[in-house]
Structures are given as C-alpha cells and as structure tokens.
C-alpha cells in the first residue's frame, strides 16, 4: 500500500515497483484518512507511508493502525524530511527513503523489508517510539469504528484510567482510546498537564479549585464541575506544576 499526499510521488514509487513482479500494489491514499480505511478494510504485508500529510501524518496513522491490527504491516517512511529517520530506525521500521530516492536505493528497501516480513510480527510501539522527544504531540488520534476523531490538546479537559484504555474528556464528551494512562502520560507536556491520581490526569487550565476531601486527600474541582480524586502525590505534582512552593 502507497500513502503520499503527492500524486507524483505516488507514481514515481508505483512506476519503480513496476520491475518487481512479486509485489501488488493493493491500494493507494492520499491522506491519513483514507490509509486507515484501506488498511482497516485489506491489511497490507507492506506499507510505504509519508510522514507530512494533511488530516492525519503518518505517526498518526501508524499509532491508528496499531490498535486494530493483530500484526501490523512492515512500514518504510518515504519523506522528504530526514529529521524523524534516526528514531524510526531505533523503532524497528524497515527503511527510511528519503525523496528523491533511486531505484537501487528502493531495491535495498525492499530487500529489508522482505526480510523482516520472514521474521513474522513487527515490534509494537512503532509511532510512538517514532517521535522525537522534543516534539510533543499537539493533538490525539482515537479511532472509533470506522471513524476517526482528532483532539487538539488544548480542547483536552481530563484523562480517565480504565484498564488497558483512557477515557479522553473533552467538550463534554468522551473519547474511549486503547492506551495506558502511563503511555499518554508519557507524551504530554507536564507544564500543562498533571497526573493528579494514579487514575486521573487534568488539563491544569480546567481546574477551578481544590478542596480536601478526607486525610491527606482532596478534591479537584473542574470549571465544568466534574470531581476528581487528588492524591498526596498527585497534590506535590500539582503545586510544582503551578509553581507554588509555598503549599
């Protein structure tokens, strides 16, 4: 399957992939959108994926693709941008082609990739893994069915731990994402950002006051009036966030 925004990079590679008989080209998406549906509807053993793209980039669409594939595909980035190629390496992806490629180049890429397909599944945690630490995510993907919801960080309101998922509150809705409360904990910027409990973090902006509740616990109380449990550990994050030193 060929993901690329750019109609020209998209028959560049199929025109390359063309001296390979063995390969099928299943499929072609011009943004992340449409390279979720197709891997949801016929999962490739390989995927060529561009990084930059409209709607969904392809860190998006890989983290999207991971919750509803039992295996993966083997991914190779194809981009005009080099700066993600050392993670993506450390992460386990096939190759790094970075445009304008050759067609010996393509060829190694392939080789790589056919064999890492022999070796079965792929390690998980590819997208995440994929990221440069110092860019933190401005947004979070969560599938539902066929669907897909986008949901700018500064519209996330709190997070809810339930089990192997997080309950993403925002708006007044909720999103349900198969993720642990640590994973996501993990990627947002802790400025902004509080684990309060083990089973809760809060955007620091929604807090409207913090009450106590019982001994050496209290309660975060939230612009829209929603409760939620604050631990003792929770309380020192929070007034280290807050930069309130005094207690």
Known sequence: MIVDDQELARGYLRELLQAHPEIEIT????NGFEAVKAVAESPPDLLFLDVQMPKLDGFEVLELIDQTQASPPAVIFVTAYDQYAMRAFDAHAVDYLLKPFSAERLERALARAKSRLGEGRLPAGLAAEARPPSERPQRIVVKDGTRVHII??????YVEAQDDYVALHSGGKSY???QPIASLEAT???AKFVRIHRSAIVNLERIARIEPYAKESRIAILTDGTRLPVSRSGYARL?????????
């Open 27 to 30: 499929a072609e998406c011009a």
């Open 152 to 157: 700018p960080l500064d519209k996330l309101d």
């Open 176 to 178: 349900l994402k198969q």
């Open 188 to 190: 947002l910027d802790g």
């Open 239 to 247: 007034l280290e966030a807050m930069g309130d030193t005094t207690g």
